[in-house]
C-alpha cells in the first residue's frame, strides 16, 4: 500500500471543516472528525493509542479508554463493554463482527480490533479518504524473543540479547567499500557503470586517455638554473643613467657596463600633446584620480541624507569647513530673544532650518561663511566709526525639527526659509 502524504485538514463541499490531523511528530497525532454544520459539532476523535470517542448525538456511539472498550446506543445506554487485557478480571469479549457507525453522510466509522480502526470520508462521489485510525505501536514484540540464555562462562545464566554487530575487521571492510563507492561516484570508471551505450563510451575514452598518464611527470630544475635565476634578479634591478659628473673608475653591474635608462617613453605621458608643454598641476592630480579613484561611499553614509559625509575618509584628508557657529534659538523663545538681546536698530535674520535636510545643511555653511566675515569686521580695530551703523547684523538659526511652534505661527512650509526682523520697536 503506498503512503501519501495528506493535507492537515480535509473540508466539506460545503467549505465547512471536516477532518483535521494534528501531527506531533515522534508518531503523536490526534484525529478529530466534525459534522457539517457552523457549529462543527465533534463526531469523532482518536489519538495514536486508539483512546477516544466515535458517535453523533442520539445515535450509536464507542468509548475507546486505555483499559476497555464500550458500545452505546442512541440512548446512552451501555450495550457491550470489554477488556483490552484478556486475563483481567471480568475482561469480557471484543466484538466478533466489525462495528460500523455512520457519523452522517459523508463519514463512516468502522471498527474491528484495537490496531484496526478506521473512518471513511466520502465528500463527493468519485472520491474516497481511509483514515487509518488504529493504534500504531513502535514493536509488536520483546527484546527477550530475540536473546538467548548464555550456557557457560562468567555470564553463565544470563540473557543475551541477539545483535547483529560487525567486527571492526568487517567494518574496516565497508568503510573502504565505501571509499572507492564514492571515488567512483566523482570519477567513475567503466566497469562501474551498468547502462551499455555509456560504458562503451566511457570505455573509449579511457582507451585514448589512459596513454596520457605515463607523459605527466612533476618537473625539476635543469643544469643551469642558477644562471637563469641570477639573470632574472639582475632584470629587477634598476640600470641607472650616467650624468658625466662621475669620478672615478666606471661602475659595473655583476661585471656589465651600466646603460642608460631612456626615460623618454614615460615621461610622454606627462606633456601636452597639442602644445607639446609640461602639464600643471591641477591636469597631474586629474590624471591620478582618474587612474586611481576613491572608494565607493558605503551605506552608513549615504542612507542618512549625507549627514556623514564630512566623516568619510578620502585621500589627501578630509574637507574641514570654514566658518563661525551660528547661534541656535528655540522657537518658543524667539520673542523674548528678540526683546532683550536685539537692538532697535539692528537688523535680525533667523535662519529656519533642519538637520536632517540636505539643502538645509548647505545653506547653514554659506551661512557660517557670512557670519565669519561680519565676526571679523566687528573685530577689526581699524574699523571706522562712521561705518558702525551699516553693519548692524545678527545672524541666528532656528531649528523646526526641535518645535514646531515657528512653523505653525508663520505657516512655513519649506526649509531653508528666513525671517528677517528689522526696526524693532518695544
Known amino acids: 500500500m503506498e503512503t501519501v502524504n495528506m493535507p492537515l485538514a480535509q473540508n466539506y463541499p460545503t467549505g465547512e471543516v471536516a477532518v483535521r490531523l494534528d501531527d506531533l511528530g515522534c508518531g503523536f497525532c490526534y484525529f478529530q472528525f466534525y459534522e457539517d454544520n457552523k457549529k462543527r459539532t465533534l463526531l469523532a476523535t482518536l489519538d495514536e493509542h486508539a483512546v477516544g470517542s466515535a458517535g453523533k448525538p442520539g445515535g450509536k456511539k464507542m468509548i475507546l479508554t486505555r483499559e476497555c472498550g464500550i458500545i452505546l446506543d442512541g440512548q446512552d445506554v451501555i450495550l457491550k463493554t470489554w477488556r483490552w487485557d484478556p486475563k483481567a478480571q471480568r475482561a469480557g469479549s471484543p466484538p466478533s463482527e466489525p462495528v460500523v457507525i455512520n457519523l452522517n453522510d459523508s463519514l463512516v466509522f468502522t471498527y474491528r480490533d484495537h490496531s484496526s480502526i478506521s473512518i471513511k470520508f466520502a465528500p463527493c462521489p468519485g472520491i474516497l479518504v481511509d483514515f487509518a485510525c488504529g493504534e500504531r505501536l513502535r514493536r509488536t514484540d520483546s527484546y527477550f524473543d530475540h536473546a538467548h540464555r548464555v550456557t557457560e562462562g562468567p555470564q553463565r545464566g544470563k540473557l543475551r540479547i541477539d545483535q547483529d554487530v560487525p567486527t571492526l575487521q568487517q567494518r574496516q571492510k565497508l568503510i573502504e567499500l565505501d ?14 557503470l551498468a547502462h551499455g551505450q555509456i560504458k562503451r ?14 607523459c605527466r611527470v612533476t618537473p625539476a630544475a635543469d643544469g643551469n638554473w642558477r644562471e637563469k635565476a641570477h639573470l632574472q634578479s639582475l632584470r629587477e634591478i634598476p640600470v641607472l643613467p650616467v650624468t658625466g659628473f662621475e669620478v672615478g673608475q666606471v661602475p659595473t653591474l655583476f661585471g656589465s657596463e651600466v646603460q642608460t635608462n631612456d ?5 610622454k605621458r606627462l606633456k601636452n600633446d597639442f602644445n607639446g608643454k609640461w602639464l600643471g598641476s591641477v591636469e597631474i592630480h586629474k590624471m591620478i584620480t582618474q587612474e586611481n579613484p576613491g572608494l565607493p561611499r558605503t551605506g552608513s553614509l549615504t542612507n542618512a541624507s549625507g549627514r556623514y559625509s564630512q566623516e568619510l575618509q578620502v585621500a589627501g584628508g578630509g574637507t574641514k569647513p570654514v566658518g563661525e557657529h551660528l547661534a541656535t534659538i528655540s522657537g518658543s523663545k524667539l520673542d523674548s530673544f528678540l526683546r532683550e538681546k536685539c537692538a532697535n536698530d539692528e537688523l535680525v535674520v533667523v535662519a529656519c532650518l533642519r538637520a536632517d535636510d540636505r539643502h538645509s545643511r548647505a545653506a547653514e555653511a554659506m551661512l557660517k561663511q557670512v557670519q565669519l566675515i561680519l565676526s571679523k569686521r566687528m573685530r577689526n580695530p581699524e574699523r571706522p566709526t562712521t561705518a558702525a551703523a551699516d553693519n548692524k547684523c545678527r ?13 505653525a505661527r508663520y505657516q512655513i512650509h519649506a526649509v531653508p526659509t528666513f525671517l528677517m526682523y528689522g526696526c524693532l520697536v518695544v
Open 179 to 192: 571509499s572507492l563507492e564514492k571515488r567512483s561516484k566523482s570519477k567513475p570508471r567503466s566497469k562501474d
Open 201 to 214: 563510451i566511457v570505455s573509449t575514452l579511457e582507451t585514448k586517455f589512459d596513454g596520457y598518464e605515463g
Open 263 to 267: 626615460a623618454s617613453e614615460s615621461l
Open 395 to 407: 545672524l541666528v538659526k532656528c531649528d523646526l525639527a526641535e518645535s514646531g511652534a515657528l512653523a
